[in-house]
């Protein structure tokens, strides 16, 4: 593991992170310390204005992007790297809502977005981990219901998964809590830190203009446009892209509202060397279907790179690393005795509805938020729809009317939704003992 990276945790700087410790991406872009002007201004340095700037880019616009902190400093930079087509939302929650062929446009966007994060990667194979496929694993013992399911999701997605039964995926995964399981073969382990990184860059080569630690404090109308307004400069933007999420603050209430900032956790364990095996012998990611779900990969140094949890306080330090070992050792309890090398946690933008809020606000004001837990394709996907509609007039983002700005319920939203979090939680402890006695 390389040296903690030198500069984390000072006021605008990466937290201290798996992530900010293997940053292979060194250039840092400027402030915004003048005025200038452009057709489109994208506000908020994640994965979705990285994505949307990179696209314009793509479309033959020279955008500005501009980062409050560093490119990739929020959900982005912090994330559990896992990358595969769909939506926070489950898919019966989404044909239930908007019927079948509209879900299959909806999932055509992120499988398509997919192909475009392969593409950007392109021969740039640190810019993910030497892994790819990830398990979906079911933590309750209901036999027949995870392969009806993965027909479903074939079908409608348009996707291959490949369904596991318990005892093959056992082979791999020692753990008595795993029942069956299914295999998405074309998701990726991404390092989201480097690649969204790189994707400013390439999007800087190809004519954007991207700007760090330059927070936004005030947009205003003009009569041609927008003027975005940061702590040393401005811009003059014919139009704007709004892709805060859940570092959002006040600077829109209309948007700040209609998401919840909820926080979920990542640790990093020491190399386990031999002991890794007595758990672990299958090279994919992992995760399963409780709502307090653990992600996990394994790197090749046989350090364990462990996901989980979502609540609205943000536990750090010591008192994380106790919390996401807790949670390892309940999966694998032949592991203890591990120690923690790093844990971290961020915040995620979640709808009451749970998809992604794409859209204009009014004519010119865009905005993609609201991406929750699986966001890496769905950001890119926003991206695309809305530098098409800028530069093409393409109406595709309008598949993401039926899910609003609806109202998060803020200031009491996060009350409501820990307690909520917690009642699911029961919900699975009452589920696993009723099937898995
Ligand atoms: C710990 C963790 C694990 C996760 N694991 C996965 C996973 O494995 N797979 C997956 O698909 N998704 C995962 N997610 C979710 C995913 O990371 C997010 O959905 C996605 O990164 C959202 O990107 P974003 O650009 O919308 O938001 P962010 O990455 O949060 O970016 C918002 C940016 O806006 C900037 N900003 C805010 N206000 C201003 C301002 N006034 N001026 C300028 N800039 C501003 C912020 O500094 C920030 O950089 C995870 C999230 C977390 C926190």
Not at 72 to 92: D, E, I, L, P, Q
Not at 255 to 277: C, F, Q, W
């Given at each position: 593991m390389a040296k903690p990276y030198a500069r984390a945790g000072e006021k605008g700087e990466y937290i201290d992170s798996y992530y900010s410790r293997t940053l292979n991406e060194d250039k840092?872009?400027?402030?915004?310390?003048?005025?200038?002007?452009?057709?489109?201004?994208?506000?908020?340095?994640?994965?979705?204005?990285?994505?949307?700037?990179?696209?314009?880019?793509?479309?033959?616009?020279k955008p500005v992007l501009?980062?409050?902190?560093?490119?990739?400093?929020?959900?982005?930079?912090?994330?559990?790297?896992?990358?595969?087509?769909?939506?926070?939302?489950?898919?019966?929650?989404?044909?239930?809502?908007?019927?079948?062929?509209?879900?299959?446009?909806?999932?055509?966007?992120?499988?398509?977005a997919l192909g475009t994060v392969n593409r950007r990667i392109g021969d740039r194979q640190d810019l993910k981990e030497n892994i790819s496929g990830h398990f979906e694993v079911s933590w309750f013992n209901e036999p027949g219901v995870v392969e009806k399911n993965v027909d479903f999701i074939n079908d409608l997605m348009g996707v291959n998964y490949q369904f596991w039964p318990k005892d093959k995926f056992r082979d791999y995964f020692h753990s008595d809590h795993y029942h069956d399981a299914y295999l998405k073969p074309d998701a990726l382990q991404l390092h989201s830190l480097n690649y969204t990184c790189h994707s400013a860059r390439e999007a800087e080569k190809g004519?954007?203009?991207?700007?760090?630690?330059?927070?936004?404090?005030?947009?205003?109308?003009?009569?041609?446009?927008?003027?975005?307004?940061?702590?040393?400069?401005?811009?003059?933007?014919?139009?704007?892209?709004?892709?805060?999420?859940?570092?959002?603050?006040?600077?829109?209430?209309?948007?700040?509202?209609?998401?919840?900032?909820?926080?979920?956790?990542?640790?990093?364990?020491?190399?386990?060397?031999?002991?890794?095996?007595?758990?672990?012998?299958?090279?994919?990611g992992v995760s399963d279907n409780r709502v307090s779900s653990n992600y996990y990969r394994t790197f090749d140094d046989t350090s364990l790179f462990w996901g989980g949890r979502v609540s609205m306080f943000n536990p750090t330090g010591r008192k994380l690393e106790q919390i996401m070992m807790k949670d390892l050792l309940l999966v694998y309890p032949q592991l203890k005795g591990i120690k923690a090398d790093v844990a971290w946690g961020g915040y995620m933008g979640y709808p009451v509805h749970k998809m992604p809020q794409i859209g204009e606000l009014e004519p010119g004001f865009w905005y993609a938020q609201g991406f929750g837990g699986s966001g890496m394709t769905a950001t890119v996907a926003g991206g695309e729809v809305v530098s098409d509609a800028i530069v093409n007039g393409d109406e595709r983002y309008k598949l993401f009317e039926p899910f609003g700005l609806d109202y998060a319920g803020k200031p009491f939203g996060p009350i409501v939704a820990q307690t909520a979090y917690w009642l699911f939680q029961l919900q699975d402890a009452y589920k696993e003992w009723r099937l898995n006695r």
């Open positions: 840092i872009f400027p402030e915004l310390c003048e005025q200038i002007t452009t057709p489109v201004c994208v506000i908020g340095g994640g994965m979705a204005g990285v994505a949307t700037a990179h696209s314009l880019v793509e479309k033959g616009l501009i980062e409050a902190n560093r490119i990739g400093w929020g959900a982005t930079g912090r994330n559990g790297g896992f990358v595969s087509s769909g939506y926070s939302k489950g898919a019966r929650d989404i044909v239930k809502q908007v019927g079948e062929s509209h879900a299959r446009e909806l999932y055509k966007l992120t499988n398509d004519g954007a203009r991207v700007f760090e630690k330059s927070p936004v404090t005030e947009i205003t109308k003009t009569p041609n446009g927008w003027k975005v307004t940061t702590e040393k400069g401005s811009i003059l933007a014919d139009q704007i892209v709004m892709c805060c999420s859940a570092y959002i603050g006040g600077l829109n209430f209309k948007l700040s509202n209609a998401t919840l900032p909820v926080a979920t956790y990542v640790m990093l364990t020491e190399p386990l060397g031999d002991r890794l095996k007595d758990a672990i012998e299958g090279k994919w």
